[in-house]
């Protein structure tokens, strides 16, 4: 493979969600020459949307930031073909490890190459490309990549081979989760005490219960709004798909996950209700 991507051919980026918009404005903006595409056409408004994904076959990087593994391994078998030689998948959706390892596999075989680069941090660190890439994959294809990757993220980690980026990200999701969990427990039974949520925030701010998820309180009703405008079903939100995944990926390896089992079950219709009860206040 080249030592750098050739920085004449578009990037390719399918999947214009709540992610996936920002990203790509932001390489727009950062001087990338970017190609999207989206089943809805109304999100690529201002941006080189093309109708099909077979019209980004001239471009040497190809993001995705679609909804699951059966989105990105039909986009992936699609474009293959028609892809030249060097050419680097982005996978930026949260999926298996399973899935990662294969793919990445099946992309080299072809002569080409693949990285499962999910992303953490929210829409708001999108806009500003200070994300969190949590990469897996070749270190020296992620180099050539890195130009790209640096445009929308802050910090680039290399944390293993393929498959790594996607259990990392997992992991962020379950400590996250789990905390989430926590954190609207805790309010519901100080608020049953005639406590207000704010106070009880205020008061952690400087304790041993303050979070990431305390000092973001209200993101999540802001990304189920979001999720809302768009029609995203319930179940392919992050605190459902994501806490499944996590789920069959232990399985995958025989770990016991009781904690992942029990917010696969609950978590998606309490965060909802919260993001209900905002709304209607």
Not at 20 to 29: D, K, N, S
Not at 139 to 148: A, G, L, Q
């Amino acid at each position: 493979m080249a030592d750098e991507i050739d920085r004449s051919l578009p990037v390719a980026f399918v999947g214009l969600g709540n992610l996936g918009r920002p990203m790509a404005q932001t390489l727009v903006r950062d001087g990338w020459r970017v190609k999207a595409h989206d089943r809805d056409p109304a999100r690529a408004e201002g941006l080189d949307v093309v109708a099909a994904p077979a019209e980004l076959a001239e471009c040497g990087v190809i993001a995705l930031a679609v909804p699951d593994d059966d989105a990105v391994d039909g986009l992936v078998s699609e474009l293959t073909p028609l892809l030249a030689p060097g050419s680097v998948f982005l996978v930026h959706s949260t999926i298996l490890p399973a899935t990662a390892k294969r793919l990445a596999h099946k992309a080299e075989s072809a002569g080409l190459a693949l990285l499962d680069v999910p992303v953490s941090g929210g829409a708001e660190r999108a806009q500003t490309g200070t994300l969190t890439v949590m990469a897996g994959g070749r270190s020296d294809v992620i180099e050539r990549v890195r130009p790209v990757l640096d445009s929308v993220a802050e910090t680039v980690l290399h944390v293993g081979p393929a498959g790594a980026g996607a259990v990392v990200k997992l992991a962020n999701q379950l400590m996250m989760f789990a905390a989430l969990a926590g954190v609207q427990e805790a309010l519901e039974l100080a608020a049953a005490y005639d406590v207000p949520e704010q106070t009880v925030l205020d008061a952690v701010s400087t304790s041993t219960g303050e979070s990431w998820i305390t000092r973001n309180w209200g993101f999540f009703d802001r990304v189920a709004a979001a999720y809302d405008e768009a029609g995203t079903p319930v179940r392919d939100r992050p605190w459902s798909k994501d806490l499944w995944d996590i789920v069959v990926a232990a399985r995958d390896c025989d770990v016991r996950v009781p904690v992942a089992g029990l917010l696969a079950q609950q978590l998606a219709e309490r965060v909802e209700a919260h993001a209900r009860k905002g709304t209607a206040s």
